[in-house]
């Protein structure tokens, strides 16, 4: 059954969120450090934006408690999880009793050159500098510099899709 919503005002954003998850994308950890610690969330609005220079974007609600430490830092990575790290994704993804700095304590981090968290195990980890940063209503657009990354062979990636996960 094909169901379609519209408005002539636009969808609120209940109606944005299910629109969104029809789109499959990789789970990954957005993860900054500032003087408060280690700072992270699930984020699902990561994409390449160029590769010379290699760049890479997530979208950062201005309520997210990681905003402040990536832009204040300048740094940040994104964590690609693995099809056996679901628990870290509900972990970060806000569920549970975790919060902020608590968080990285559910799993073995080290640091890329940034000095920003990386996982240790994760399917991949690039590792950014903020080079643009662009306010968009609820959210900011954080554009990122790629200076490294490194990645686990073999690895299966852990894929969100309609609010749950794809093995």
Same mark, same amino acid.
């Given at each position: 059954m094909t169901e %379609? $919503? %519209? =408005?002539?005002?636009g969808i609120g954003s209940r109606d944005f969120w299910r629109a969104v998850g029809l789109r499959a994308i990789g789970a990954a950890v957005v993860a900054a450090r500032d003087d408060n610690g280690p700072q992270g969330f699930l984020g699902l609005s990561t @994409?390449? *934006? =160029?590769? &010379?220079?290699?760049?890479? #974007? *997530? #979208?950062?609600?201005k309520t997210t =408690?990681? +905003?402040?430490?990536i832009l204040g830092?300048?740094? /940040? %990575?994104?964590n690609f999880l693995t099809d056996a790290q679901e628990d870290l994704a509900k972990v970060f993804g806000g569920g549970g009793e975790l919060k902020g700095a608590q968080r990285f304590t559910s799993?073995?981090?080290d640091a890329m050159a940034t000095g920003?968290? @990386?996982? *240790?195990?994760?399917?991949? *980890? $690039? &590792?950014?500098?903020?080079?643009?940063?662009? &306010?968009?209503? #609820? #959210?900011? +657009?954080?554009?990122g510099r790629?200076?490294? /990354?490194?990645s686990e062979a073999g690895a299966r990636p852990l894929?969100?899709?309609?609010?749950?996960?794809?093995?």
């Amino acid at each position: 059954m094909t169901e %379609t $919503i %519209t =408005s002539a005002a636009g969808i609120g954003s209940r109606d944005f969120w299910r629109a969104v998850g029809l789109r499959a994308i990789g789970a990954a950890v957005v993860a900054a450090r500032d003087d408060n610690g280690p700072q992270g969330f699930l984020g699902l609005s990561t @994409a390449h *934006v =160029s590769d &010379d220079p290699p760049l890479m #974007s *997530v #979208s950062v609600g201005k309520t997210t =408690s990681a +905003l402040a430490p990536i832009l204040g830092a300048g740094c /940040f %990575t994104l964590n690609f999880l693995t099809d056996a790290q679901e628990d870290l994704a509900k972990v970060f993804g806000g569920g549970g009793e975790l919060k902020g700095a608590q968080r990285f304590t559910s799993a073995t981090w080290d640091a890329m050159a940034t000095g920003a968290p @990386a996982l *240790v195990g994760a399917a991949g *980890v $690039i &590792d950014c500098q903020v080079e643009q940063a662009i &306010d968009l209503q #609820s #959210s900011m +657009l954080v554009i990122g510099r790629v200076l490294a /990354f490194r990645s686990e062979a073999g690895a299966r990636p852990l894929v969100c899709y309609r609010g749950g996960y794809l093995k």
